[in-house]
């Protein structure tokens, strides 16, 4: 077996693919930020994506244009006749908060509204959705829809749960570390409530750990240490491959101070979370290049991630990843296999090989 991740350079924004050996594949956000113009470097996602007709997963962390743009001109949508031609791409399941899901400050037209249309018109009809925390405000929105919990809580994951691929079970395993319930009530900044993930990928006695964190600030980092090491489940923040969160700002290391001129100094727990990096793993910002002008990127953020990480963690952002051949940016492309992980580039290929880890449950 083996495995494909891909990271798009998108500019500030994020999308990026996970293809199985089976060939299912998961999309992780969608953002088309290019203009269209011969100066924007920006990667054309609906083009790159274009052969692709179905998706067995498609999640959008949050409700943010960086990671929803244009989604209402890609995929086939259930709820609404216009979004059903035949060159749309399919969504086998769709995977929303229970925040983005109930969120009413959505500008009209805006594809986060279409897409919260969407999952609203899923988890009417109790199909192809999965809605991550139940918040009060959920149960009365079931209400008002006269929709018993007991009829769609087999829709509902909550933070701590395991969530099992149907068809790829003995290849890829999904652990949810947030959002939490609590969190999604009434909530102030979309990116709150993103969805955490750490993505496990089999190839024998190998596993792969995959850390996908959206937006998420440095308070719910802390939190989800916190929670995790009460309830023994700090294996679920082992990474490989670590998906920096908010484009490298600083509001996923800590609070910025007056101190903060050079490097920013991430919390205690967050600097619990880089320390978990195995070896040889991979940090990846999905974000512009990285300057003391940018913000975000941060360059006190990019400069903390490098210090407080072992020296043989690589860094690497989706704009600044380019060919040989050319200046312009390119996929970030990791394979994955027994062997470990091998980064892909056009005429370039560099493995990075990591500890052999046993699965889950194995004894150590």
Aim: with cysteine; aromatic share 10%.
């Amino acid at each position: 077996m083996s495995q494909k991740l891909t990271f798009y350079p998108l500019g500030n924004a994020e999308t990026c693919l996970l293809e199985l050996s089976n060939e299912d594949k998961f999309l992780f956000d969608y953002a088309a930020m290019n203009d269209g113009s011969a100066t924007d470097e920006r990667i054309d996602i609906k083009q790159e994506l274009s052969g692709i007709s179905e998706f067995k997963v498609v999640m959008f962390s949050h409700a943010h244009d960086d990671h929803t743009k244009g989604a209402s001109d890609f995929f086939y949508l259930d709820h609404a006749i216009k979004y059903q031609s035949e060159d749309r791409a399919k969504i086998n399941e769709l995977w929303v908060s229970s925040a983005f899901l109930l969120e009413t400050d959505l500008e009209n037209g805006a594809d986060a509204k279409i897409i919260r249309n969407e999952a609203q018109y899923r988890l009417k009809e109790g199909y192809g959705i999965k809605i991550f925390a139940a918040p009060d405000s959920l149960s009365s929105w079931l209400e008002a829809h006269e929709i018993e919990y007991d009829d769609i809580k087999h829709l509902v994951v909550h933070a701590g749960e395991i969530i099992e691929i149907e068809g790829a079970e003995d290849e890829v395993q999904v652990f949810v570390h947030a959002p939490f319930s609590e969190d999604s009530e009434e909530v102030q900044d979309k990116n709150d409530p993103s969805i955490v993930l750490q993505i496990r990928l089999f190839n024998d006695d190998r596993k792969t750990n995959i850390l996908m964190t959206g937006d998420t600030p440095y308070k719910i980092l802390d939190k989800i240490v916190d929670i995790s090491k009460a309830n023994g489940n700090e294996d679920y923040l082992i990474w490989d491959i670590y998906d920096i969160p908010h484009h490298c700002s600083h509001t996923g290391l800590n609070k910025k101070e007056e101190k903060d001129t050079f490097r920013i100094t991430p919390t205690e727990n967050v600097q619990w979370i880089l320390q978990q990096a195995q070896q040889n793993a991979m940090m990846v910002a999905s974000c512009v290049k990285i300057t003391e002008e940018t913000s975000p990127p941060h360059i006190i953020a990019k400069r903390a991630y490098e210090f407080y990480t072992s020296s043989d963690v690589k860094l690497m952002v989706t704009m600044e990843h380019t060919s040989l051949e050319s200046s312009k940016p390119t996929p970030i492309v990791f394979e994955i296999d027994k062997l470990g992980i091998t980064l892909k580039s056009e005429n370039i290929q560099a493995a990075y090989l990591k500890k052999s880890a046993p699965r889950a449950g194995y004894e150590l």
